[in-house]
T-cell receptor, first 113, second 109 residues
Framework: SAVISQKPSRDICQRGTSLTIQCQVD?????MFWYRQQPGQSLTLIAT?????????ESGFVIDKFPISRPNLTFSTLTVSNLSPEDSSIYLC??????????FGPGTRLLVL | LAKTTQPISMDSYEGQEVNITCSHN???????ITWYQQFPSQGPRFIIQ???TKVTNEVASLFIPADRKSSTLSLPRVSLSDTAVYYC??????????FGKGTRLHILP
């Protein structure tokens, strides 16, 4: 298993600003994932982040809006840029030490006013 | 990545056994069946994974028939704290993990 922490746990941001979310894992992992979960909905994969390479984004998500860093094998950040109320959501990071199984962080709850 | 179908929601009572069935008609030979549980305000948590027949752990049992076109997650003697969303996923080593809508299980006193 893997223990994952996220910072911040929640935030309230103004329209037009940006929020950077940090994800820390207690062990080295190759693949990290970022998901968004809107209220009452399932999880939507934003991107896959591998250390040493550019993140791979899913359809509907672009790097300019959701830049991701992966400086080492235990850490990643997701920035949500130019915030609008539609970005209000829970953002989760996860890791896959065994590719059929993922472990998730507690999530970051974002409210954009 | 095999498409899955599971009930949108289910209600049950404390102490009952709950069975949630997931259909995955186009499952591939190298696919595994995995279930996750998500409590409100938390990330999903891995519950159980299987390939065929029956798998049991301290949380649940997973029943998979011979044709593997469906699977049933069984939660014995549920309590109020088992109220959560349960996701069935079918994927292999090369798949991205994509979540469906899941089953909202509501346990009543």
């Amino acid at each position: 298993s893997a223990v994952i922490s996220q910072k911040p746990s929640r935030d309230i941001c103004q329209r037009g600003t940006s929020l950077t979310i940090q994800c820390q894992v207690d062990s080295q992992v190759t693949m990290m994932f970022w998901y968004r979960q809107q209220p009452g909905q399932s999880l939507t994969l934003i991107a896959t982040a591998n250390q040493g390479s550019e993140a791979t984004y899913e359809s509907g998500f672009v790097i300019d809006k959701f830049p991701i860093s992966r400086p080492n094998l235990t850490f990643s950040t997701l920035t949500v840029s130019n915030l609008s109320p539609e970005d209000s959501s829970i953002y989760l990071c996860s890791v896959a030490p065994h590719q059929e199984t993922q472990y998730f962080g507690p999530g970051t709850r974002l409210l954009v006013l | 990545l095999a498409k899955t179908t599971q009930p949108i929601s289910m209600d049950s009572y404390e102490g009952q056994e709950v069975n949630i069935t997931c259909s995955h008609n186009n499952i591939a030979t190298n696919d595994y069946i995995t279930w996750y549980q998500q409590f409100p305000s938390q990330g999903p948590r891995f519950i159980i994974q299987g390939y065929k027949t029956k798998v049991t752990n301290e949380v649940a049992s997973l029943f998979i028939p011979a044709d593997r076109k469906s699977s049933t997650l069984s939660l014995p003697r549920v309590s109020l704290s088992d109220t959560a969303v349960y996701y069935c996923l079918v994927l292999n080593r090369d798949d991205k993990i994509i979540f469906g809508k899941g089953t909202r299980l509501h346990i009543l006193p």
